[in-house]
């Protein structure tokens, strides 16, 4: 069944967090997402959630200096103590508010031995901490376009590391843009890597804006995605073109490919 949340750090992006929740429920979406919701008391967004009966899925530890480049610790020789930091931050707010993964953003390297052994030991560490509240650990291959020199940037690596690190609830984020932009090939990769995808975004290519145009056939990735036992919610994680509920047809048209 195609479950589709709405990803609150691109959508509803000139409200208040808790009211962009509203909105989300109101436009029919099944879950929400977000990305960096520190700022906001954890008691007001645990409250919509209640409110709305809409989980949250997930949201990211912070960039850190995002003036400097900095988009993500993770994997960053020199700054583990920083990235255990935030680590700690995001995994305690989102046990706060049942959120169930934690997108450890690995940021921008070299891509050499000693960021990769940073990278796999903050992973090990975060997954630890996640497994205290039964949440999941995210990785994200990023597109090298968008965020240059991003340490992560492909799915194999992104399995690779995975089973490098040996913990059973690190799993990827596949975000459909990413990929299609790096590597091509979705609906194989999907296929063979399914055990591995724990969380799928999507958005069209190449302008990242609503997924009803451009590169890629949602349908019949989506229906594939279904086929192939994937039973997570499906994350629109776009730049909407106008305002969000201006772009939101497309939604109402994806809810109704299984029938």
Not at 76 to 86: I, K
Not at 103 to 116: C, L, S
Request: charged share 20%.
């Amino acid at each position: 069944m195609l479950r589709f949340s709405a990803n609150l750090g691109f959508l509803w992006t000139e409200l208040p967090l808790p009211a962009a929740v509203m909105a989300a429920a109101k436009a029919g979406f099944d879950a929400v997402e977000c990305h960096w919701p520190f700022d906001v008391p954890r008691s007001e967004i645990l409250a919509v959630l209640t409110a709305t009966k809409l989980p949250m899925l997930g949201l990211n530890t912070r960039r850190g200096n995002v003036d400097a480049g900095d988009f993500g610790l993770a994997a960053c020789v020199g700054r583990e103590d920083e990235a255990r930091r935030y680590i700690d931050e995001a995994v305690n707010y989102a046990a706060a508010i049942g959120a169930g993964s934690v997108h450890v953003m690995a940021g921008r390297t070299d891509g050499d031995v000693a960021a990769e052994t940073a990278y796999c030991d903050a992973l090990a560490y975060a997954g630890a901490a996640a497994a205290r509240h039964d949440m999941m650990v995210l990785i994200e291959p990023i597109n090298q376009r968008d965020v240059a020199n991003y340490h992560l940037s492909t799915v194999e690596a992104g399995v690779a590391t995975i089973k490098q690190v040996g913990l059973g609830n690190i799993k990827l984020m596949f975000d459909c843009y990413h990929i299609q932009i790096m590597q091509g090939d979705l609906i194989r990769r999907i296929e063979a890597n399914l055990d591995f995808i724990g969380h799928i975004q999507i958005a069209a290519v190449p302008d990242r804006a609503e997924p009803d145009h451009g590169e890629l056939a949602y349908k019949d990735i989506l229906l594939a995605l279904d086929a192939a036992g994937y039973d997570g919610f499906i994350g629109a994680e776009y730049r909407p073109a106008q305002s969000t509920e201006a772009g939101l047809g497309w939604l109402e048209t994806a809810k109704g490919w299984q029938k």
